[in-house]
């Protein structure tokens, strides 16, 4: 029989799928209304994971022992609702196109992943192992969207230099929106970021009696931070923006997003259980 979770999961699956449809197919007809219908189905689809999650968090007794899936659930989760919370602001309807096969491809991920294996292992749960977590995630979804709005505005930026402007566009969002979407990731998402990594290095004082473990993934998460970081400060103190920040944060992420998968398959750390 199936679960009422599994029945949520499946439906925020199948809205994701033909959201992401919709988007490719406006990009390719270049209607902005089948992005606006992809929008309300991206919306539908963030409900149906919002009760997949909340049922999961019940089931589970909270949140620090969540099943793999709903890790990678959560992961999309932020990711759809970052997105869908900037459409009251900039109607960027079409960044979409970029968003949607991120979040597409996490959820693909999680029906493929155990929704009974625990995320965390039962000594390492607890409030901060859940407060490094959940905050983590959000700090590496806003890198997600800062870097879509990158790569779009490398897009517009093209079309505009070359004066081919045409009915594309006219349908991407603006240059202005597009670089105000990679600032606010960037300034939201690293102290998100910062946060999630002290809870980690205090609770790893506590388990391992050490505030730094040389671990695949915690030198991965370092560096992500000191870039991260290093972007946020140029834009703030030396003041780069457009063209050059958008070009560094897609190369950073793509960077970074490659070395992920590297260490996830090839290396063994103390965070394989995600």
Same mark, same amino acid.
């Given at each position: 029989?199936?679960?009422?979770?599994?029945?949520?999961?499946?439906?925020?699956?199948?809205?994701?799928?033909?959201?992401?449809?919709?988007?490719?197919?406006?990009?390719?007809?270049?209607?902005?209304?089948?992005?606006?219908?992809?929008?309300?189905?991206? %919306?539908?689809?963030?409900? @149906?994971?919002? !009760?997949? /999650? $909340?049922? =999961? +968090?019940?089931?589970?007794?909270?949140?620090?022992?969540?099943?793999?899936?709903?890790?990678?659930?959560?992961?999309?989760?932020?990711?759809?609702?970052?997105?869908?919370?900037?459409?009251?602001?900039?109607?960027?309807?079409?960044?979409? %196109?970029?968003?949607?096969? @991120?979040?597409? !491809?996490? /959820? $693909?991920? =999680? +029906?493929?992943?155990?929704?009974?294996?625990?995320?965390?292992?039962?000594?390492?749960?607890?409030?901060?192992?859940?407060?490094?977590?959940?905050?983590?995630?959000?700090?590496?979804?806003?890198?997600?969207?800062?870097?879509?709005?990158? %790569?779009?505005?490398?897009?517009?930026?093209? !079309?505009?230099?070359?004066?081919?402007?045409?009915?594309?566009?006219?349908?991407?969002?603006?240059?202005?929106?597009?670089?105000?979407?990679?600032?606010?990731?960037?300034?939201?998402?690293?102290?998100?970021?910062?946060?999630?990594?002290?809870?980690?290095?205090?609770?790893?004082?506590?388990?391992?009696?050490?505030?730094?473990?040389?671990?695949?993934?915690?030198?991965?998460?370092?560096?992500?931070?000191?870039?991260?970081?290093?972007?946020?400060?140029?834009?703030?103190?030396?003041?780069?923006?457009?063209?050059?920040?958008?070009?560094?944060?897609?190369?950073?992420?793509?960077?970074?997003?490659?070395?992920?998968?590297?260490?996830?398959?090839?290396?063994?750390?103390?965070?394989?259980?995600?």
């Amino acid at each position: 029989m199936i679960s009422p979770g599994m029945t949520m999961f499946a439906l925020a699956l199948g809205c994701c799928a033909f959201a992401t449809t919709g988007y490719m197919l406006s990009l390719l007809v270049k209607k902005v209304v089948l992005a606006k219908a992809s929008t309300w189905i991206l %919306a539908a689809g963030f409900l @149906f994971l919002t !009760l997949t /999650l $909340i049922g =999961a +968090a019940i089931n589970s007794s909270g949140w620090g022992n969540f099943g793999s899936r709903h890790f990678l659930s959560a992961y999309a989760w932020v990711i759809s609702g970052l997105y869908l919370g900037l459409q009251f602001k900039t109607k960027t309807r079409l960044l979409g %196109a970029f968003i949607a096969p @991120f979040i597409l !491809l996490f /959820l $693909i991920a =999680a +029906a493929g992943s155990g929704a009974d294996k625990n995320l965390v292992p039962p000594q390492w749960q607890g409030w901060l192992t859940t407060f490094h977590l959940v905050l983590s995630i959000a700090g590496e979804a806003l890198f997600v969207l800062a870097s879509a709005a990158g %790569a779009m505005f490398m897009i517009q930026n093209s !079309l505009l230099i070359h004066k081919k402007p045409g009915q594309m566009g006219r349908l991407l969002p603006s240059l202005g929106d597009l670089d105000r979407i990679n600032y606010l990731g960037l300034l939201w998402g690293l102290p998100l970021l910062t946060l999630g990594m002290i809870g980690g290095a205090i609770y790893a004082v506590f388990v391992w009696g050490n505030l730094w473990i040389y671990d695949f993934k915690v030198i991965w998460s370092f560096a992500v931070w000191v870039i991260y970081g290093f972007l946020l400060h140029q834009r703030l103190a030396i003041g780069w923006k457009g063209l050059r920040m958008a070009a560094w944060s897609c190369v950073v992420f793509a960077l970074f997003l490659l070395s992920a998968l590297v260490i996830r398959f090839c290396f063994s750390t103390v965070h394989n259980f995600i």
